[in-house]
């Protein structure tokens, strides 16, 4: 079983920054891809970044070139750089294992806890 605890979460104003971690327990860390997932209330779960095993990364559409995913496997964590952030970025994000099927990211069992996220206009 692996436990994943996040932070880093919190409030900032629109075009500031916020970096998320995502520590995991137990020895696969290194094994796994990860995913930083974000759900804002009456909206859909969104996949926003994801990292496989050898640190390649890929992004939706709506975080491109504002956020970067990385991993540091000596310290079991994930990150999630957040920057020039808008309202809409407003969310609680969830880091999760995955893996990659058929060329895309699908959520493993392992989930996070969630952090909030809040930008203010």
């Known amino acids: 079983q692996v436990q994943l605890v996040e932070s880093g979460g919190g409030l900032v104003q629109a075009g500031g920054s916020l970096k998320l971690s995502c520590t995991a327990s137990g020895s696969t860390f290194s094994f796994r891809s990860w995913g930083w997932h974000r759900q804002a209330p009456g909206k859909q779960r969104e996949l926003v970044a994801n990292i496989n095993r050898d640190g390649r990364a890929n992004y939706a559409d709506s975080v491109k070139g504002r956020f970067t995913i990385s991993r540091d496997n000596a310290k079991n964590t994930v990150y999630l750089q957040m920057n020039s952030l808008t309202v809409e970025d407003s969310s609680i994000y969830y880091c999760?294992?995955?893996?990659?099927?058929?060329?895309?990211?699908?959520?493993?069992?392992?989930w996070g806890q969630g952090t909030q996220v809040t930008v203010s206009s």
């Open positions: 999760a294992s995955g893996y990659y099927g058929g060329g895309s990211f699908v959520d493993g069992n392992y």
